[in-house]
Each structure stands twice: as C-alpha cells, then as structure tokens.
C-alpha cells in the first residue's frame, strides 16, 4: 500500500523559506505526478503545484513566484520550498499523488498533512 | 481561474436519508470532476472521479453524475460514517481549484 509522509519545520518565521518534503513508500515515485495542497486553519484546499518524475512542473498562478516543488528519484521523494511567507501562508500542507488513466486528474494517495505555522 | 461553487455549504441529515451535494464550474470542465471526503484531522479521501466513476474501495451508496457545468455528489443511505465535509475538484486547467466544501451534520 502507498504511503506519503511529509516532513519539515512546524514554524517558520515571517519572510524566511518554508521546506517540506514528502517520502513515498510503498511504491515507486517514477511515472506519476505529484503534486503539493495546503489548507488554511477551518478553511479549503488550495493546490499549490505539481512535478512529474521527470522533473517538469506546473504552479499555481498565485504562488508562481514563491514556489518550487523538486524530486529526487533516488530517494523516492519530492519537496516544496515557499519563500517570502506570510501568516497567510499558515496552512496543513498536503503532498498527495496524481491519479494516472484516462480521465483521471484526482488526487489518490496523500500524506497525513503537517501544519506550518508562520510566526515570529 | 475556473472558480468551482459547491451548494449547499452545510447540511444537516439524518442515518439513512439521501443527500444530493452540488458542484458548479465557471465554464465547462467536461467530466474533469472529483469528489473527495474529508474528516476532521484527516487528509481528503478520493470518491469519484471522472465524474461518475468510483475510486475502489468507496461503497456504492456514493454515486456522481454531471458534465460540462453542473455536477452532483449523491449519498443513497447515509450512514453514521458519512458525516463529513466533501469537496469538489476540477482537473480540466491549471490550476485546480476546489469547491469551498460542504459539511454534512447530523440532525
């Protein structure tokens, strides 16, 4: 069974950078796209980018400068890294998988979530 | 952006009611639609997708239909498990976009 955990720094301070990683097991990372979400406090999901095993991403718009998501194959793992973060960017960070088929642009598999805080 | 409007935003039901959720696109997505459930301290869960089309593993009392604009989440039976927030998701453009959720309570 596939398993996603992500991990990081619960607090950041304001304008510094904001890493997570996420660890895949019980699979291979090759062949899928995988993507980040966050979730504000009570609120909804925002999605916030998504890499191929190959490298190639895509982000959303609202965060295009601030973002980059990267993945190592041989670690079985992919990252985010958010710069210049505010408190509006306190949130549960999801990485989750891309479902792959025809139609299939959900997301299947997730991690448990971790909350980034930003605070001084 | 296409802005996807789930109604109602709450709802409150009884075990073994029928519960009809709605998701709206801003323009078409065709059958790019996602259902997901979400319990408190929990990542999301994966319903259905395409549209139509249940995730293995989710119990046939959740159905989907819809295309184009207008989408439905349906719960045939609900059961003491089912109380929980659902969200939509459009995977036609960049960037996806979730609906706001709707939270399902107990009456």
């Keep these: ?120 | 952006d296409i802005q996807m409007t789930q109604s109602p935003s709450s709802l409150s039901a009884s075990v073994g009611d029928r519960v009809t959720i709605t998701c709206r696109a801003s323009q078409s997505i065709s059958s790019y639609l996602n259902w997901y459930q979400q319990k408190p301290g929990k990542a999301p869960k994966l319903l259905i997708y395409a549209a139509s089309s249940l995730e293995s593993g989710v119990p046939s009392r959740f159905s989907g239909s819809g295309s184009g604009t207008d989408f439905t989440l349906t719960i045939s039976s609900l059961q003491p498990e089912d109380f929980a927030t659902y969200f939509c998701q459009q995977g036609y453009s960049i960037p996806r976009t979730f609906g706001q959720g709707t939270k399902l309570e107990i009456k």
């Design chain 1, 1 to 120: 069974q596939m398993q996603l955990q992500e991990s990081g720094p619960g607090l950041v301070k304001p304008s510094e950078t904001l890493s997570l990683n996420c660890t895949v097991s019980g699979g291979s990372i090759s062949s899928y796209y995988w993507s980040w979400i966050r979730q504000p406090p009570g609120k909804g999901l925002e999605w916030i980018g998504y890499i191929y095993s190959s490298g190639n991403t895509k982000y959303n718009p609202s965060l295009k400068n601030r973002v980059t998501i990267s993945v190592d194959t041989s670690k079985n793992q992919f990252s985010l890294k958010l710069s210049s973060v505010t408190a509006a960017d306190t949130a549960v960070y999801y990485c989750a998988r891309v479902s792959a088929g025809y139609k299939r642009s959900g997301f299947d598999y997730w991690g448990q979530g971790t909350l980034v805080t930003v605070s001084s």
